[in-house]
């Protein structure tokens, strides 16, 4: 269900990125979470991976955000939050994560954690096409047949001011 597997070439020793994570580095943190989440060298615990992502997410980890994003969309060890979810995926998405803006559509699309918006599921789906998602962009396609020429005009101008001012 998380989207981060730990990398192989990540130190063999739990005790090392836990003592790293709790001095606050932020890639340690992240690192001890994808390990938490995925059982890969210590049990798997859904909540110590949500607490150790969140630590990073809020120092700014993109990656990190993102994982916090799915896990209270996906409610994994927790029960799902869409609005929650739509948050973190907006502060992964401002850092360009394109699966964070895509995530953003389809929340958008099916009204999870926001009302249903077809012309911000738009919005979110153009720009992770503009950075090469295929899915996003298939999505962005089906998407425009459901608008009027000026809601998909006005989503692509504030979509074009939204990549200039995050790029």
Known sequence: MFLCAAPAAWA?????DVTRAEQGHVDAQFQLAARYANGDGMPRDDGLALSWYRKAAEQGHARAQLQVGVIHENGI??????VQAVRWYRKAAEQRVFRAQSNLGFMYATGRGVPVDKQQAYFWWFIASAGGDETSL???EGAARG?????RSVAEADARIWMQKYK
């Not at 608008?147 to 809601?151: G, V």
């Open 12 to 16: 063999q020793t739990p005790e090392l």
């Open 77 to 82: 060890g927790m029960e799902a939050d869409g």
């Open 138 to 140: 298939k999505n962005a």
């Open 147 to 151: 608008l009027s020429t000026m809601q």
